[in-house]
């Protein structure tokens, strides 16, 4: 597992073997995020779901969401 510094996650949120948390990247309570997913500058919303291996590069991914397994979320925020 690799987390940078300037990473921030809410209460109760779970992750897993082998994810990196990269950049400024923000997440929300509840969250679970899945073996071997990388995550860079993204922001998570409350209850987040990120199945095994996604990409989540410049993204939002709003309360509730799930995504994946193998998901590619390119930049999306302005």
Known sequence: MLIDPDV???EDTV???GVQLLGRTKIGARC???T???LTDAILGDDV???PHCVVA???LDDRVIIGPFAD???TIT
């Open 8 to 10: 921030t996650a809410g």
């Open 49 to 51: 779901t990120v199945e």
């Open 32 to 34: 679970i995020i899945r």
């Open 58 to 60: 410049q993204s939002r």
């Open 36 to 38: 071997g997913s990388v």
């Open 73 to 75: 979320c390119g930049p």
């Open 15 to 17: 992750i897993e073997p």
